[in-house]
DNA sequence: TTGTTGACTCTGA
DNA sequence: CTCAGAGCCAACA
């Protein structure tokens, strides 16, 4: 194995995510096998006019991650509420019932 | 090659 | 949950 579309695996684990559910760098990383670190990077690294829907993509304590431009972090939030994703007073989405799971029998035995 | 940086997560208190 | 620190992988100079 190499890390032959590394980018290209953790793309296509996010567009797997459905409308309305949301899912963190953490567990798209499990998925595709490397950290969390690297999933931002790849989003960060997203070309414009991409068809990912790098907005479901939030980080373990269920916010939008705050990153240089700021504008983002809230076009985010705007897009997720417009699929249907609620946030409470404090910004933060309920991971416990819209976080998206991938493989059930796969999460952390 | 080393060192720095980044849309993060985990562990311990 | 919050706060502080360490770990982690990949890209770039």
Request: a positive charge; hydrophobic letters at 35%; proline letters at 4%.
């Amino acid at each position: 194995m190499s890390k032959n579309g590394l980018y290209e695996r953790i793309y296509s684990v996010i567009c797997s995510v459905p409308v309305g559910y949301v899912t963190t760098y953490g567990d798209v990383a499990r998925q595709v096998g490397t950290t969390a670190r690297v999933v931002g990077f790849a989003l960060a690294a997203l070309p414009n006019g991409h068809k990912v829907p790098w907005q479901r993509v939030i980080n373990s304590m269920g916010k939008v991650s705050p990153r240089g431009d700021g504008d983002s972090s809230d076009i985010q939030r705007i897009l997720l509420e417009s699929e249907g994703v609620r946030f409470d007073q404090q910004q933060r989405v309920n991971l416990n019932e819209q976080r998206w799971k991938f493989g059930v029998l796969k999460q952390r035995l």
